[in-house]
């Protein structure tokens, strides 16, 4: 239910959008964000934006990365500019409502970004 997409090799210094379209879910409803993991790390955070459009992010990537999202398409995007060597990672999005005290969570497949000369 969530495809993510436009993931690839960039030189460091270079700039990446990643896109998440989601399906079978009322889209505007969900806080949706981007989490990644590096070979033989764990899982991390990288951004996140609430249904409201509240967003927060991660120290390492601040002032470098935009989270957005268009309703309209169900998608959810990831602008990542001046990357580093060490943003490499594969890039999985996600998404998660609470109807009744339950959560409803959605992970995409992940997409691979390799940031390299």
């Known amino acids: 239910q969530l495809v993510e997409s436009g993931g690839g090799l960039v030189q460091p210094g270079g700039s990446l959008r990643v896109s998440c379209a989601a399906s079978?879910?009322?889209?505007?409803?969900?806080?949706v964000g981007w989490y990644r993991q590096a070979p033989g790390k764990e899982r991390e955070l990288v951004a996140t934006?609430?249904?409201?459009?509240?967003?927060n992010y991660a120290d390492s990537v601040k002032g470098r990365f935009t989270i957005s999202r268009d309703n309209t398409k169900s998608t959810v995007y990831l602008q990542m500019n001046s990357l580093k060597p060490e943003d490499t990672a594969v890039y999985s999005c996600?998404?998660?409502?609470?109807?009744?005290?339950?959560?409803?969570?959605?992970w995409g497949q992940g997409i691979q970004v390799t940031v390299s000369s």
């Open positions: 934006i609430t249904k409201y459009g509240s967003t």
């Open positions: 079978g879910i009322i889209f505007s409803m969900y806080k």
């Open positions: 996600n998404a998660v409502n609470w109807i009744a005290g339950e959560a409803y969570e959605y």
